[in-house]
């Protein structure tokens, strides 16, 4: 029932805060985080793991880049994200101490699901990240996260994804209590921080209209260029597959870090280019890295639609159009940071007539390798 909505596309997006609510609800006990499901990986286990590697397809493969980058920093711990499809197929060096983190939001991916079972037969400990209960993925693994999004219908994931990086960052913060990497205090500024991220997430929902003006503008455009940098970078590529799968035009999202060294070669006038802008409080000064690149290529003639928080005045003079998010830890700014993009997506279909919820050569849940 798609509840009054034009699409199941648009009801999901407009569940997006929930899903992130949903997925933190119940594990975060006294401003901490205590997954009740982790109970296969205990805490001298967790301890013991002197490696991660998360394996997914697709968007689920986007959310476990964002994971990486916030797994990494709070547990530290090497964090290798790979795509499930090429990682069975190389011999992967794995060992008791290596633990398998797989993203599904189906839990019934074949690429997925054999690389679950071959890093479980080579004696790795596997973690499954999952939307659906009692789905073969969780069944093969040592222990379950399930994310709480509720049932996806639409092809294209949305909220499943936001409750995918949810449940990243709450394995994260586990891992980081355990090996004590983080200090209590640190612990809980940030779940208290993650909390506020459904409020935030309904704020970013109001740019829904002003998003879908411009899709209507832009529907005849072949090609779209998502940069972005840190956890920007894996929302760069989720946009640009959003755009591919729903609107079958030519999208592709780059490390913005990367441009000179290749892709500002693609840019001429009109190009339309979205761009997430990191945010000016983070202390990598990535903020004055992007908006130079920005300045770069609007100066070859590109179109820039800048994500950025909430009084960047900084990015205002060099785009075209400011897509404002509220302030967040800068780790969390990837669930603000997407729900435009998926407005665009399924408002630039739209634009161009097409079934947002169907698209075309796509299966819900890719059963087969
Ligand atoms: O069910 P899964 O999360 O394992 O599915 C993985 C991919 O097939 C899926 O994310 C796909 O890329 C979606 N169509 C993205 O919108």
């Given at each position: 029932d798609k509840g009054g909505w034009s699409s199941f596309m648009a009801k999901e997006i407009s569940e997006e805060p929930d899903a992130v609510a949903n997925t933190i609800r119940g594990r975060v006990v006294d401003g901490l985080v205590q997954i009740p499901e982790m109970e296969g990986l205990d805490d001298e286990t967790l301890r013991s793991i002197d490696r991660i590697l998360i394996i997914a397809c697709g968007t689920a493969a986007y959310a476990g880049m964002v994971g990486k980058y916030a797994i990494?920093?709070?547990?530290?711990?090497?964090?290798d994200v790979e795509l499930a499809h090429e990682f069975r197929y190389r011999e992967p060096v794995l060992s008791p101490n290596t633990l398998v983190v797989s993203i599904s939001q189906s839990g019934e991916t074949m690429d997925t699901l054999m690389a679950v079972k071959y890093a479980r037969e080579?004696?790795?400990?596997?973690?499954?990240?999952c939307n659906t209960q009692g789905a073969t993925i969780p069944r093969e693994s040592d222990a379950i996260v399930y994310?709480?999004?509720?049932?996806?219908?639409?092809?294209?994931?949305?909220?499943?994804?936001?409750?995918?990086?949810?449940?990243?960052?709450?394995?994260?913060?586990?891992?980081?209590?355990?090996?004590?990497?983080?200090?209590?205090?640190?612990v809980r500024a940030l779940v208290a921080d993650l909390q506020k991220v459904p409020d935030q997430l309904r704020e970013?929902?109001?740019?829904?209209?002003?998003?879908?003006?411009?899709?209507?503008?832009?529907?005849?455009?072949?090609?779209?260029?998502?940069?972005?940098?840190?956890v920007g970078y894996p929302i760069a590529l989720e946009g640009a597959l959003k755009l591919k799968e729903l609107a079958y035009i030519h999208a592709e999202g780059f490390a913005a870090g990367e441009l000179k060294h290749g892709p500002i070669a693609l840019i001429e006038p009109g190009q339309i280019v979205f761009v997430i802008v990191p945010s000016p409080r983070d202390e990598r000064s990535l903020?004055?890295?992007v908006v130079s690149n920005i300045?770069?290529?609007?100066?070859?003639?590109a179109r820039v639609i800048a994500?950025?928080?909430?009084?960047?005045?900084?990015?205002?003079?060099?785009?075209?159009?400011?897509?404002?998010?509220?302030l967040a830890s800068p780790f969390f700014e990837p669930l603000l940071a997407v729900v435009p993009l998926h407005f665009f997506g399924m408002e630039l279909a739209a634009?161009?007539?097409?079934?947002?919820?169907?698209?075309?050569?796509?299966a819900k849940s890719v059963t087969v390798e």
């Amino acid at each position: 029932d798609k509840g009054g909505w034009s699409s199941f596309m648009a009801k999901e997006i407009s569940e997006e805060p929930d899903a992130v609510a949903n997925t933190i609800r119940g594990r975060v006990v006294d401003g901490l985080v205590q997954i009740p499901e982790m109970e296969g990986l205990d805490d001298e286990t967790l301890r013991s793991i002197d490696r991660i590697l998360i394996i997914a397809c697709g968007t689920a493969a986007y959310a476990g880049m964002v994971g990486k980058y916030a797994i990494e920093q709070w547990a530290r711990i090497p964090v290798d994200v790979e795509l499930a499809h090429e990682f069975r197929y190389r011999e992967p060096v794995l060992s008791p101490n290596t633990l398998v983190v797989s993203i599904s939001q189906s839990g019934e991916t074949m690429d997925t699901l054999m690389a679950v079972k071959y890093a479980r037969e080579r004696g790795a400990r596997t973690l499954s990240i999952c939307n659906t209960q009692g789905a073969t993925i969780p069944r093969e693994s040592d222990a379950i996260v399930y994310t709480h999004a509720g049932p996806e219908v639409a092809v294209a994931s949305t909220k499943a994804f936001v409750a995918q990086i949810t449940a990243c960052y709450l394995f994260g913060l586990q891992l980081a209590q355990a090996r004590e990497t983080l200090s209590t205090d640190a612990v809980r500024a940030l779940v208290a921080d993650l909390q506020k991220v459904p409020d935030q997430l309904r704020e970013v929902l109001k740019s829904g209209d002003r998003i879908a003006e411009l899709a209507h503008w832009m529907a005849d455009t072949r090609s779209v260029l998502f940069l972005g940098r840190h956890v920007g970078y894996p929302i760069a590529l989720e946009g640009a597959l959003k755009l591919k799968e729903l609107a079958y035009i030519h999208a592709e999202g780059f490390a913005a870090g990367e441009l000179k060294h290749g892709p500002i070669a693609l840019i001429e006038p009109g190009q339309i280019v979205f761009v997430i802008v990191p945010s000016p409080r983070d202390e990598r000064s990535l903020h004055a890295k992007v908006v130079s690149n920005i300045q770069e290529i609007r100066a070859r003639g590109a179109r820039v639609i800048a994500i950025a928080e909430a009084g960047d005045v900084a990015v205002l003079p060099h785009a075209d159009e400011v897509i404002r998010i509220p302030l967040a830890s800068p780790f969390f700014e990837p669930l603000l940071a997407v729900v435009p993009l998926h407005f665009f997506g399924m408002e630039l279909a739209a634009a161009k007539g097409l079934d947002v919820d169907q698209p075309r050569n796509l299966a819900k849940s890719v059963t087969v390798e």
